[in-house]
């Protein structure tokens, strides 16, 4: 039987497997699972990148253009996080270092996902103060950033424990 780390350092065990074999499946999963969330962030950096062109942008409050900022920035890195791993896998490709790459492109996914999670924060944070200039927009988004929280991490963990035998 082996037993190998998956994408978060925890084991893995497939008794039918290589460790190399391993490292190939969890890098596939691992793919798959950066194709959603690099979509999701391209389309919503290019988005943000288009605000600044136009004629309302002239209008917002310094406030508001520095909530911008902070979000094409975020939205930037976030981008480059989710997109690392495929340059990482390309350029260590053929060295023998599946496994370790497996990790480190985890790792990268990791914190795309922080990132991301902050840079639609900042979207809706920014969006929901120009729509409304409403006291209740905080309350609005610190819901959707509690959503996000719960469906992104709390169940996550909480299904992990729940179904994760020692």
């Not at 039987?1 to 497997?17: C, K, L």
């Not at 596939?28 to 389309?43: F, H, K, N, W, Y």
Request: proline share 2%.
């Amino acid at each position: 039987m082996t037993v190998s780390g998956d994408q978060t350092g925890t084991t893995d065990v497939r008794s039918d497997e290589t460790e190399e074999e391993g490292a190939d499946r969890r890098w596939g999963e691992l793919i798959q699972e950066i194709r959603v969330a690099q979509t999701g962030v391209q389309i919503l950096f290019g988005f943000l990148l288009t605000v600044v062109f136009t004629p309302r942008y002239a209008q917002l409050a310094q406030v508001d253009k520095g909530i911008y900022i902070v979000t094409v920035v975020l939205g930037a890195a976030a981008t480059g996080a989710l997109i690392g791993p495929v340059a990482l896998h390309r350029i260590v490709s053929g060295r023998r270092v599946k496994a370790q790459a497996v990790r480190w492109a985890a790792r990268l996914t990791f914190v795309g996902l922080v990132l991301l999670l902050a840079t639609m924060t900042a979207s809706l944070l920014l969006i929901l103060r120009v729509a409304t200039h409403d006291a209740y927009v905080p309350w609005l988004v610190a819901g959707v950033v509690a959503w996000y929280l719960f469906s992104w991490l709390v169940l996550p963990l909480w299904v992990r424990h729940r179904y994760t035998s020692d």
